[in-house]
Every structure is written in structure tokens, then in C-alpha cells.
């Protein structure tokens, strides 16, 4: 028989990323309740070591061998790089601060509430062993789980309200103003919780050096074409990224930073969104994938599963006390609430970068990581279902600002 050349088995991973999750995608009609991003990412868990590789050991060990592994973290840290680089640079908070009032109220309590019910289930789960990781102190584990729980993941809510042809309408605006702010307050907490006091005067030139890069950045986009602009931010993005891994902050903190003192309008809206689609199409799938290869039962399947139920009562009904409260406070008309409350429950693509970056810092153990996994595609997936039929039932909230 024909051995496999290190390329062959490397291919013979890519032809698994890339047709299993579509077929069952398209096959099994899943839209509605799964889009493609998710069914790739429940994909990814089931190839990984805790299904594929419990019940096909010599399988799995022939096709994810160390050698194809880093390969496919490679890809997958500069695709989901840039897809972060992207989301900041798509961050748009001059509406937000226009009605500052109003979304500081709604996006504060959004975010306080479901971070306060996050961080009460992280206490539960520390009081058993196998969740915390080996370099987590009790409060960055607490913290982290919080804010998990917490975030909405932009990019995921454009991709839905796009389905439910509302993104460019009232609500879907609203809808991004909220998140929007959330999406800030996510990195903000991660670098928090990555500080390291043995580095923090590394940490501290980064910043100071950041600064100073996003002047001359900033000076020199606007004076250069278009065309030329797409591969200096690219080198833009790899440089920021290596600084902030270098400064311990992690490289995605970087890669966020790196488009978020970026302006929107350098780039061309269209050019933009075919780009992100690429990425989404073309390289994301290796990072799902790569994300699945991580996730372990250590612990006990029940008992993940049983975390994962923890959280997910945690983050959803958090959220939706949260904006409950900014919707009694804000006198806002009945059923704005409850409709952006589940549109904000997005939890896909951000939050698991955030929760792979507190596995690779060892502040987490790989069981905490695949039960916040699980709730973030359970909360993912409930939020179609649960706006559509709303909307269906009240179509003049689509239209209604505030």
C-alpha cells in the first residue's frame, strides 16, 4: 500500500475541513437554526480528539498527526487574524457616541449583567477540580468565564441580521450600536486579565510604541492609493500582532488594535465585504477545525455537558435581564427588548478566540474551553429561531428607531 507523503495527509485534512461540514450543511437544510460558520465549528469538535479521535484512535493519529496540526494552526492564526483585524476596522462607534446616552445604558447593562451571572457560574465550577488551568489565578478564571458569558460576537450578528434582511434597517443599527460597545470591552478585559507584572514594562512600551505606529499610520493611509493600502495594512496587522505576542498581550489583541485605529472609509464597503466573505469561505474553516482539535472531555462528558448548561442559563438569561432592564428604564415600546436581548446572544467566531487565547495562556484547562464552546454555539443557534418568528409577529419593529 501507498504511503502517504506528509502533503498527502495534510490534503487529505483539508478535504474533511471543507466537505463534511458543507454536505451537512446543504444536505441537511440547516440555515435556519445553523448557519454554515457554525455547522463548521460543531464540524471542527466532532473531528477533534474527544469523538473522531475516541472512536477512530488509529484514524485520527494517521490524518491529525503533529506535523499537520501545525500546519493547520498556522493557517488558522493568521485567517482568524485577519478576520479580526477586520472586525475592528468595521467598528463604527461614531453613531454610539451620538446617542451616547442611550447605547452607554443599553451596552452597560447588556454586558454587566450576563458578566455577573457568568462570573457567579465560574465560582460554581471552581468549587470542583478540572476547570481551572495550571497559570489561571482564581480571579482571571472568574473573569474570563464572565466575560464568555457576556460578549456578543459582531461579525456572527451582521452575518444573522443579513439573513433576517434587517441590518440596514432601524433595528439592525440599533442592534450594532450595542454590540458594538461590548465588542471593545472584550479586548479591554482580555488585556486585564493577560497582564503580566514581570512584563509589564514590556507591556508598557508596546502601548507606548502602538501609539506612536498608529500616528504614522494614520498619516500615511490617506496619502497612499487604494490598492496600495490593502498591503500595508497587512503588514500593519503582522507587525502589531508580533508586538503584542511579544509584549505578552497576545497576538490577537494586536490583530484587533491593528484595525481598530483604522478607518472604514480607506477601504472600499464592497471590496470589504467580498474580502471578509473570502476569508470566511476560503481559510476560517481551517481555525474551526483547528479549534475542534482542542476540545477534551477530560472531566467527564456528562459533566462538560452539564458546565456547558451551566453557562448557557448564565449567559442568556443574563442578557436578556440585562437589556430587559435598559428597555424598562429607556421606556422603550413592548418587544424591543426581548428581540434585540436574542440577537445579541451571537456568541460564535469572538468569543472562541477570546476563550482560545485564556487555553493558550493555560489560564483555562481544555474542559472549561469545550464547555464555553458548547454554550457558545447553543446561544448561537437559538438566536434565529427566537427573533424570526418575533419579527414575523411585529413587523413594525424593524423600523423602529429610538
Not at 472512536?55 to 493547520?72: C, E, K, M, N, R
Not at 451616547?100 to 451596552?107: D, F, N, Q, S
Not at 500616528?215 to 497587512?234: C, K, T
Request: proline share 4%; hydrophobic share 55%.
Amino acid at each position: 500500500m501507498h504511503a502517504m507523503s506528509p502533503t498527502e495527509v495534510f490534503l487529505l485534512a483539508m478535504l474533511l475541513i471543507f466537505s463534511v461540514p458543507y454536505a451537512v450543511w446543504r444536505l441537511g437544510r440547516t440555515d435556519y437554526w445553523a448557519p454554515l460558520v457554525v455547522v463548521q465549528i460543531v464540524g471542527g469538535i466532532l473531528l477533534g480528539p474527544g469523538v473522531l479521535g475516541a472512536l477512530f484512535p488509529g484514524y485520527y493519529a494517521f490524518v491529525f498527526t503533529p506535523q499537520t496540526i501545525g500546519s493547520l494552526n498556522g493557517i488558522a492564526w493568521w485567517a482568524v487574524m485577519i478576520f479580526v483585524w477586520i472586525a475592528g476596522i468595521e467598528l463604527d462607534l461614531t453613531e454610539a457616541w451620538r446617542r451616547r446616552g442611550e447605547t452607554g445604558v443599553t451596552a452597560g447593562l447588556a454586558l454587566g449583567v450576563p458578566l455577573v451571572t457568568g462570573s457567579v457560574a465560574a465560582v460554581l465550577m471552581l468549587r470542583f477540580p478540572g476547570w481551572r488551568g495550571p497559570e489561571g489565578a482564581t480571579w482571571q478564571v472568574v473573569l474570563g468565564i464572565g466575560m464568555a458569558c457576556a460578549v456578543t460576537a459582531l461579525p456572527i450578528l451582521v452575518l444573522l441580521m443579513e439573513k433576517l434582511e434587517i441590518l440596514r434597517r432601524p433595528l439592525g443599527q440599533r442592534t450594532l450600536r450595542y454590540a458594538s460597545l461590548d465588542d471593545i470591552a472584550i479586548w479591554g478585559v482580555l488585556a486585564l486579565i493577560l497582564l503580566d507584572w514581570e512584563r509589564v514594562g514590556r507591556q508598557g512600551g508596546f502601548l507606548v510604541a502602538f501609539a506612536l505606529a498608529t500616528w504614522g499610520i494614520r498619516w500615511a493611509m490617506p496619502r497612499i492609493a487604494e490598492r496600495d493600502r490593502w498591503y500595508v495594512s497587512l503588514i500593519w496587522l503582522a507587525a502589531c500582532g508580533f508586538a503584542a505576542d511579544w509584549a505578552g498581550l497576545h497576538f490577537m489583541v494586536g490583530a484587533f488594535l491593528a484595525g481598530a485605529v483604522m478607518d472604514a472609509h480607506w477601504f472600499d464597503q464592497a471590496r470589504m465585504d467580498r474580502f471578509r466573505e473570502t476569508i470566511l469561505l476560503a481559510v476560517m474553516p481551517v481555525f474551526f477545525l483547528s479549534t475542534g482539535l482542542r476540545t477534551q472531555w477530560g472531566v467527564g462528558g456528562a459533566t462538560v455537558f452539564a458546565a456547558a448548561a451551566l453557562l448557557l442559563a448564565a449567559s442568556v438569561g443574563g442578557k436578556l435581564v440585562g437589556v430587559g432592564l435598559a428597555g424598562r428604564i429607556l421606556k422603550w415600546p413592548k418587544g424591543d427588548a426581548s428581540a434585540i436581548g436574542w440577537l445579541l446572544q451571537t456568541k460564535a467566531l469572538i468569543m472562541i478566540i477570546f476563550v482560545n487565547i485564556l487555553l493558550d495562556k493555560h489560564i483555562i484547562t481544555n474542559e472549561t474551553f469545550t464547555a464555553l464552546l458548547l454554550m457558545a454555539l447553543a446561544s448561537t443557534m437559538l438566536t434565529m429561531p427566537m427573533v424570526a418568528p418575533r419579527l414575523r409577529r411585529d413587523p413594525a419593529l424593524i423600523d423602529r428607531g429610538f
